[in-house]
């Protein structure tokens, strides 16, 4: 038998969850807006073309924040084609996906919709192609309330109130050679630090995201975001954070094991924030945005170059495993562990595109294995986040060295506690002993897993719930002491109440 234990203890605080750690995605990319999102036409569509089923699927996930509407899209973006009569918008080529984009949904048409499903939106702005002007028109034209040239066209375009948006991202992934209007750092840093500064002169309430690296890996990882937040400190509340994982050559052990990564990723930009904190003797910190991170099988995607310029292609539909969802609650349980300094994250991304949630045009919606760790993450993982301090086995791994088969964190709130484990051994059970004697009042306890005997299984059309978590048998609870089992290779809850 395979043995772990921690402790659960109010005093181990880490921080307060912000719920914007379970926020979402939606790029004009793919079918994620259209045919996805939106869908004039289809049974189920509102008075505005919005799909009711995938709102109502978005809306049971519980996203309170969704970036948009990019990603690579942003970064050749005009926002000005989006706003308006939908007919007399342009048609373009979009660079960054070579996609036709018809332009039917902008900025009013997503915030109407973000507010539909409970969301606030984040909003990106494109520094690749064009700069501060663009920005800050388009700060004004959502938050200024009337009176000047934007926020009187978006008057007249039937928004009377502000959309008030409070989260902007200057850029995205600007240390990429792929993207649109790639930069140095020093050069982003100048051009995030000036536009950031004229969109806070019309909204002094925004929050600004400067763009870190788009991904750990990248060879100016490290010095990239020293630079760019000497440039921004003072501008700046967050810097961002992409990471994507995928199983390679086979090696699920590794896979299992990509919150390793993910912890190691966060933990250095925290250490390279905080050293530009120290030497310029600034007293705020930045927080991060973990704003793109997900399973994606990047080795299968041709590359954007590759594609033939199209009108809504099938482009990224990644269809996930138990396994991939398993990893996908891993990689919440490390943004968790790290909650008092991520503050944003972002599954990329909602629908179709890399999806929690697929669709057939005129056809159904239904969930991705990966939907339900984060649905019941987002609901249940709301409260104080706990260190837990697990000890027990741990495996070779060929990406990551040695790792723990256990990764766990723990979440105080009003209703008691839950704890999020993952066991990433693939053959044995897991027992786990949890000691949570400083609560002795929670003494009934509730264990949902997602596990499977086949752990390739996914949800498809025709079969939409053949993964799905099941509830076991409550573990006991004797003196604050509980004893779960955890099947290998799984997610798991613990909600341990009064
Ligand atoms: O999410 C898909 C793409 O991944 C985004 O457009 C980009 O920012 C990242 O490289």
């Not at 921080?15 to 994620?32: A, I, Q």
């Not at 948006?165 to 050679?177: A, F, H, Q, S, T």
């Not at 005129?362 to 939907?371: C, F, I, L, M």
Request: aromatic share 8%; proline share 6%; charged share 25%.
């Amino acid at each position: 038998m395979h043995f772990a234990a921690l402790t659960v203890d109010p005093a181990f605080r880490v921080g307060e969850v912000d719920p914007r750690l379970y926020g979402s995605f939606v790029e004009h990319l793919g079918r994620c807006v259209y045919d996805g999102i939106h869908e004039p036409g289809h049974a189920e569509a509102d008075e505005h073309g919005f799909r009711r089923d995938v709102a109502a699927l978005t809306r049971e996930l519980g996203v309170p924040i969704v970036r948009y509407p990019g990603g690579n899209f942003v970064s050749g973006y005009h926002w000005e084609d989006g706003i308006g009569p939908v007919a007399e918008r342009p048609t373009r080529i979009d660079l960054a996906w070579r996609s036709i984009e018809p332009n039917h949904v902008g900025v009013d048409e997503f915030q109407r919709w973000a507010g539909s499903v409970g969301a606030e939106s984040m909003m990106a702005v494109n520094l690749g192609t064009r700069g501060i002007d663009a920005a800050r028109n388009l700060v004004e034209y959502c938050n200024h309330p009337s009176g000047t040239y934007w926020s009187d066209r978006r008057r007249a375009n039937g928004a009377a109130e502000p959309h008030g948006i409070k989260v902007w991202c200057l850029g995205n992934e600007m240390d990429g050679p792929w993207q649109i209007g790639h930069k140095t750092a020093l050069e982003y840093g100048r051009l995030a630090a000036e536009a950031g500064k004229a969109m806070r002169l019309v909204d002094p309430s925004i929050e600004l995201v400067a763009c870190g690296s788009s991904g750990r890996g990248m060879p100016t990882f490290g010095s990239w975001e020293a630079t760019v937040l000497g440039e921004t400190y003072d501008v700046a509340d967050y810097v961002s954070l992409h990471a994507y994982y995928q199983e390679r050559d086979g090696d699920r052990g590794s896979f299992l094991a990509s919150a390793v990564d993910m912890d190691a990723f966060i933990e250095a930009v925290i250490a390279t924030a905080d050293h530009v904190r120290a030497a310029g003797r600034h007293r705020k910190r930045i927080n991060l945005s973990f704003d793109e991170w997900n399973v994606w099988y990047q080795s299968d995607f041709a590359g954007e170059e590759n594609l033939p310029i199209q009108r809504t292609p099938r482009l990224i539909e990644d269809v996930y495993s138990v396994t991939d969802a398993v990893v996908v609650g891993n990689l919440l349980i490390s943004l968790l562990k790290h909650a008092d300094r991520v503050r944003i994250g972002c599954q990329a991304q909602l629908v179709n595109v890399i999806g929690l949630i697929m669709t057939e045009p005129g056809g159904p919606a239904w969930r991705q294995s990966s939907y339900h760790p984060f649905a019941l993450t987002s609901r249940h993982g709301r409260g104080t986040v706990l260190r837990t301090e697990p000890t027990g086995p741990t495996y070779e791994t060929a990406v990551h060295g040695e790792v723990p088969v256990l990764d766990a964190v723990a979440v105080h709130g009003d209703e008691g506690v839950v704890l999020f484990a993952v066991n990433r051994d693939q053959e044995r059970e897991l027992t786990l002993d949890v000691d949570a004697r400083s609560l002795p009042e929670l003494a009934v306890a509730e264990h949902v897993t997602l596990a499977d005997d086949d752990p390739d299984a996914v949800n498809t059309a025709a079969a939409p719930d053949r993964v799905a978590p099941r509830r076991l048998d409550p573990p006991k609870v004797d003196g604050g002491r509980v004893q779960a089992v955890l099947p290998p290779l799984s997610w798991n809850m613990i909600r341990l109440t009064r």
